[in-house]
T-cell receptor, first 114, second 118 residues
Framework: KAGVTQTPRYLIKTRGQQVTLSCSPI?????VSWYQQTPGQGLQFLFE???????NKGNFPGRFSGRQFSNSRSEMNVSTLELGDSALYLC?????????????FGPGTRLTVL | AQTVTQSQPEMSVQEAETVTLSCTYD???????LFWYKQPPSRQMILVIR??????QNATENRFSVNFQKAAKSFSLKISDSQLGDAAMYFC???????????????FGTGTRLTVIP
């Protein structure tokens, strides 16, 4: 089974621009979560989507948004980019049905804001 | 909110030796899951081992085992027969049991960088 895939792997943007990141979960997984990883703040939860609905949201400004499609693929969008948005963005998927429910991570998208 | 603390920013171990990484957490919940994830230089986050809080038996996965002390809120990872490929950042993570909160997000510690010396 293919793992979680994220595109693009690397991205360079300038302040004020917006960006869209994509995540394709493991086949059969219906939940997708997004995390931001920075040297200063570590790993922080952004949001989780399940069945095209946002189930849970972390403490991030409204510039960060996401969505999930009927095939469980997810996108996250960051508008009006700031320098502090430079980070590794990790996507994780899970089955969302099993009691053992473990999250499996993708390779991440490295976003650099100049 | 739950907090996860990893007090060892860096650790080193000789190849073939054993090393233990520490993790403590704070929660008022009675049921939850604990995880150790490994992040090598490739940045891919890889699940190493998981522990259900309701299980008293410590989880084991090949050379990796945990020492789960629920009362002390401690969850350490032991790596036996260390190999060069074990060199990575190791993150301890906590997750509430779904039926309690409906939230599936992981709370991560700050990580421990493990160096394996040949």
């Amino acid at each position: 089974k293919a793992g979680v895939t994220q595109t693009p792997r690397y991205l360079i943007k300038t302040r004020g621009q917006q960006v869209t990141l994509s995540c394709s979960p493991i086949s059969g997984h219906r939940s997708v979560s997004w995390y931001q990883q920075t040297p200063g703040q570590g790993l922080q939860f952004l949001f989780e989507y399940f069945s095209e609905t946002q189930r849970n949201k972390g403490n991030f400004p409204g510039r960060f948004s996401g969505r999930q499609f009927s095939n469980s693929r997810s996108e996250m969008n960051v508008s009006t980019l700031e320098l502090g948005d430079s980070a590794l963005y990790l996507c994780a998927s899970r089955v969302a049905g099993e009691s053992t429910d473990t999250q499996y991570f993708g390779p991440g998208t490295r976003l650099t804001v100049l | 909110a739950q907090t996860v603390t990893q007090s060892q920013p860096e650790m080193s171990v000789q190849e073939a030796e054993t090393v233990t990484l520490s993790c403590t957490y704070d929660t008022s919940e009675s049921d939850y899951y604990l995880f150790w994830y490994k992040q090598p230089p490739s940045r891919q986050m890889i699940l190493v081992i998981r522990q259900e809080a309701y299980k008293q038996q410590n989880a084991t996965e090949n050379r990796f085992s945990v020492n789960f002390q629920k009362a002390a809120k401690s969850f350490s990872l032991k790596i036996s027969d260390s190999q060069l490929g074990d060199a990575a950042m190791y993150f301890c993570a906590y997750r509430s049991a779904l039926y309690q909160t409906g939230a599936n997000n992981l709370f991560f510690g700050t990580g421990t960088r493990l160096t394996v010396i040949p």
